[in-house]
């Protein structure tokens, strides 16, 4: 079964640094695309990052950009996204994605979605 | 930036009727455009990509239309579990970018 699971969520504070993962299993997880899309509670999806298959390329939205590194490790099938100088306006739920079969940048399947609230 | 508007903000409709979904681009987005259904605290899922092929596992009910910047998703005949909210995705252009989103209710 293909699955994607994220961890690393929680509460920090305005400034604070959070690093979040997103375990893949059931694929070929070094064939991928990686992508990782956010969402306030109750609002739309926003794309945040997206990382090729081997790691070399990395895109950022630009309300992240300088701020969030988006790595990945093959070896271990496991995607990161490390937070830093994180805003009240970072508060949401970030979903890890993976790029579909027919195009990186279709979103198939998705994780479950992990909580980060930015908050003092 | 591309953006995507999506029409109507919520449409009401009955199990059994027709559903259309609306999505326009601010620009040709040519026909690099998807859609996914979110239901309440689940993940989105990936119904239709580039415009008209569906995804592994979705029904044959939804069907997808348009080129350049008007979109459309139609679902035939809606079943129950066809209650959610609907987003249209664009890839032709970074950033990739979603509309705002269609809540389809039960009237």
């Known amino acids: 079964e293909v699955q994607l699971v994220e961890s690393g969520g929680g509460l920090v504070q305005p400034g604070g640094s959070l690093r979040l993962s997103c375990a893949a299993s059931g694929f070929t997880f070094s064939g991928y695309w990686m992508h990782w899309v956010r969402q306030v509670p109750g609002k739309g999806l926003v794309w945040v990052s997206r990382i090729n298959s081997g790691g070399t390329s990395t895109t950022y939205a630009d309300s992240v950009k300088g701020r969030f590194t988006i790595s990945r490790d093959n070896a271990k099938n496991t995607l990161y996204l490390q937070m830093n100088s994180l805003r009240a306006e970072d508060t949401a739920v970030y979903y890890c994605?993976?790029?579909?079969?027919?195009?990186?940048?279709?979103?198939?399947?998705w994780g479950q979605g992990t909580l980060v609230t930015v908050s003092s | 930036e591309i953006v995507l508007t999506q029409s109507p903000a919520t449409l009401s409709l009955s199990p059994g009727e027709r559903a259309t979904l609306s999505c326009r681009a601010s620009q040709s987005v040519s026909s690099y455009l998807a859609w996914y259904q979110q239901k309440p605290g689940q993940a989105p899922r990936l119904l239709i990509y580039d415009v008209s092929n569906r995804a592994t596992g979705i029904p044959a009910r939804f069907s997808g239309s348009g080129s350049g910047t008007d979109f459309t998703l139609t679902i035939s005949s809606l079943e129950p579990e066809d209650f959610a909210v609907y987003y249209c995705q664009q890839r032709s252009s970074w950033p990739i970018t979603f509309g705002q989103g269609t809540r389809l209710e039960i009237k």
């Open positions: 994605a993976s790029g579909h079969s027919s195009s990186y940048n279709w979103f198939d399947p």
